[in-house]
């Protein structure tokens, strides 16, 4: 079935640094949602591609479908992007979504 | 901004008693989903519908009912509750089908079952 492999599972970054997540799919995958899940355990959408790039603020998420995968780029980390994030695609059943299995970021001072 | 919403927020339940975790969305959106997330792993679907009064299951319905009396509601119940159902669960909506079929999440559950 639909596969979605992220990584990294865990990544620690110090206030001012960056770095990238990456989901790799499966299948080809007509679209990707990036999430961050806060500290109160919400879940907060981020982007959502079909196709090229997206950028908000520090964040910048790519999107490759013939090649299957997706990065998630953030620049001057701060204390406050601390959280887990997920990406996640359409399934081929159409109204399914896949997800990753989450990366734990931490930024320290 | 899209909005769904859940209540409760969070809920201790003990082994063997029901719980029932409520879901409404003013999106307007025809597809609700429950999905249920557990530490180190993403959401796994647990059931959906994409009309009122009908639901299907997701990939983990064992354990599980679902209901969807109106196109804003859905909600997840469970009959009897078991340890291995504590999680943190979270509803959904899309407008599936659309260029735009971005899922719009609730704050989340958190059940705690004893």
């Known amino acids: 079935g639909d596969q979605v492999e992220q990584s990294p599972s865990a990544l620690s970054l110090h206030e001012g640094t960056g770095s990238a997540l990456r989901c790799n799919f499966t299948t080809t995958m007509r679209a990707v949602q990036w999430f961050r899940k806060n500290s109160r355990g919400s879940l907060i959408n981020l982007f959502y591609l079909a196709s090229g790039t997206k950028e908000n603020g520090r964040l910048k998420s790519a999107f490759d479908s013939k090649e299957r995968y997706s990065t998630l780029h953030i620049r001057d980390a701060q204390l406050e992007d601390s959280g887990t994030y997920f990406c996640a695609a359409p399934g081929t059943g159409g109204y399914k979504v896949v997800f990753g299995s989450g990366t734990r970021l931490l930024v320290s001072p | 901004e899209a909005a769904v919403t859940q209540s409760p927020r969070s809920k201790v339940a003990v082994t063997g008693g029901k719980v029932t975790l409520s879901c409404h969305q003013t999106n307007n959106h025809d597809y609700m989903y429950w999905y249920r997330q557990d530490t180190g792993h993403g959401l796994r679907l647990i059931h959906y519908s994409y009309v009122a009064d009908s639901t299907e299951k997701g990939d983990i319905p064992d354990g599980y009912k679902a209901s969807r009396p109106s196109q804003e509601n859905f909600s997840l119940i469970l009959e009897l509750a078991s340890l291995s159902q504590t999680a943190v669960y979270f509803c959904?909506?899309?407008?599936?089908?659309?260029?735009?079929?971005?899922?719009?999440f609730g704050p989340g559950t958190r059940l705690l079952v004893l």
């Open positions: 959904a909506s899309s407008d599936w089908g659309t260029n735009q079929d971005t899922q719009y």
